[in-house]
């Protein structure tokens, strides 16, 4: 009970003129950050009839559903009219084994690149990190006369292909650094248990990958969620993914444009990344640091 | 006496285990080939390709024959390129700078112990974790005159208030710069904090003693410190630049006119609508040549010239 009386934590700070600023500053930049995303979300939730007489800010008068259900399934792609639902299994068809793959092919390259002394592999390494800087149109053409020719452009192999062809830099330089960072008496220990290439990879290595196989999940997921230029050129018609769609439902303009439906599908695009953000929180900022260190 | 057959056996150990060790690294290569492969093929031979293409006269199909510089000379030539290559020089010096200052300010606002520090941080880096399709389509909306800011501000009885920059030739371009910076201080933000975080407080005590203002010691002392993180945070920001598309086509789709065209969009509308494949693909030669120009004294810098020294 006494010790409720000792000063705990940190000495109050008066209130001066500065703290005063620091706040004012903070809470002005935040105000700017969220006003999007409130104005988004209140446009999502009002009738078009209330969306006519202005005030993006203020609250749904009468507050509706509609328009989500609206863009969700029966708002129009251009020709289409199955809503955006359509685009959302496109995504996740393309997700699921983009992520997988491109992570495997990285951290099989980083384990080789950091544990395994094969020649020329260093070239190699520095000439992928050098093109993860070249722009896409770049590669762009090339890459589809050659999915062309072998029969696979705009399915949904080809779109999981160049995922992992262009994710490569990234998820290797991940992997690379993260196994340069491990022991190397725990490798060579190994080796002279007599373990081989692939079993030290999977006894060994893999199962201490735990932190950063979370990581390169995050950044891909999210990455790969958000394309849209690779979807556009690679994917085809029917495996258009949710970005691609989204965009199509915004700029097919028949008759008057519905905001309501165009921000509820806005916000449906955007709700697979968000909740992944809010729910890996410092890990997502770890993720984005590793991948933007180059070499 | 003894120690010859110690060491011819030695010898004989080695030499077998240097061939072993040569057998045990024939997976690591097997497993770095397809990576090889794609190297070559795509990041590689794809680049050489294209600019291959942009020296031929080209439109719907490929074709190969050679017409030297022709293509380059029209590019030079052409509106739509020209406002494409301005427009990105303006997006990108202030897209860069703005998040390298609005970054800069909110990491150092936030290291001043505030309260909720978790939430600012959370509310500035959200938008990054949005695609830029997202990030146009929201930004449309709340910039249109028609129901956006400009309506919102006069009903509050401003009736002369105007903010019709995404519909007007010659500011829509800053919109798009706007929507960036919503987009990516956040990101900018993250990294400076942590390098501040990283500061020695002996460095802030030191500081104190000598009654050196607070500003001050951020302007002079702790910037310079933040040299890495402010080259890492500017080499992301870059790439993010040249890659600009997605949010051009989702705001504004180059309008109005032609005001908001920016070389990834050009070479894309050249290639797969356009039908005019050796003008594509030389504006993305010229797109590539920047990049290197942009590129090779950082690589200089941070891969030449420290050769030799511990990394």
Known sequence: MTAAIEPQGRRPRRLTAGRIGVYMFLVTAALFFLLPLWIMVMTSLKPMEEIRLGNILSLPAAMTFDAWSKAWSSACTGLECNGISVGFWNSVRILIPSVILSIIAGAINGYALSFWRVKGANVLFGVLLLGAFIPYQVFLYPLVRIFSLTGIYNSLLCIVLVHVIFGLPTMTLLFRNYYAGLPIELFKAARIDGGGFWSIFLRVILPMSTPILVVATILQVTGIWNDFIFGLTFAGRENLPMTVQLNNIVHSTQGERAYNVDMAATMLAALVPLVIYFVSGRWFVRGIAAGAVKG | ?311
Not at chain 2, 26 to 52: E, H, S
Not at chain 2, 110 to 117: S, T, Y
Not at chain 2, 185 to 191: N, V
């Open chain 2, 1 to 311: 006496m003894a120690t010859l057959p110690i060491r011819a056996s030695s010898i004989g150990a080695a030499d077998t285990g240097a061939r072993r060790r040569i057998r045990a690294r024939l997976p690591a290569a097997f497993a770095l080939l397809p990576t090889a492969l794609i190297v070559l093929v795509v990041y590689i031979g794809c680049m050489i390709w294209t600019v291959r293409l942009s020296f031929t006269s080209s439109t719907l199909l490929p074709k190969f024959d050679w017409v030297g510089m022709a293509q380059y000379n029209r590019l030079f030539l052409n509106d739509r390129f020209l406002t494409s290559a301005e427009n990105i020089v303006i997006f990108g010096v202030l897209f860069i700078s703005g998040c390298l200052i609005i970054g800069f300010l909110m990491a150092v606002f936030i290291d001043q112990n505030v309260r909720g520090e978790g939430l600012f941080r959370t509310v500035f880096l959200y938008p990054y974790s949005m695609s830029f399709v997202v990030t146009g389509v929201a930004w449309q909306w709340f910039l249109n005159p028609g129901l956006g800011l400009q309506k919102l501000v006069r009903d509050m009885g401003f009736e002369s208030f105007t903010f019709d920059w995404l519909v007007n030739q010659k500011m829509a371009i800053y919109t798009i710069v706007i929507a960036g910076l919503w987009h990516g201080a956040g990101l900018t933000m993250a990294i400076l904090l942590a390098g501040l975080r990283g500061v020695d407080a002996d460095l802030w005590k030191a500081a104190k003693v000598d009654g050196i203002p607070t500003w001050r010691v951020y302007t002079s002392v702790i910037l310079p410190l933040l040299r890495p993180m402010v080259i890492t945070a500017t080499v992301l920001l870059a790439t993010g630049v040249v890659k600009l598309y997605d949010l051009v086509v989702a705001m504004t789709l180059g309008g109005p006119g032609i005001a908001t065209e920016v070389p990834a969009k050009f070479v894309m509308d050249h290639l797969f609508e356009r039908n005019n494949i050796a003008l594509g693909t030389a504006a993305a030669t010229i797109m590539l040549i920047t990049v290197v120009i942009v590129l090779a004294p950082w690589v200089y810098a941070r891969y030449v010239r420290p050769q030799g020294r511990p990394a």
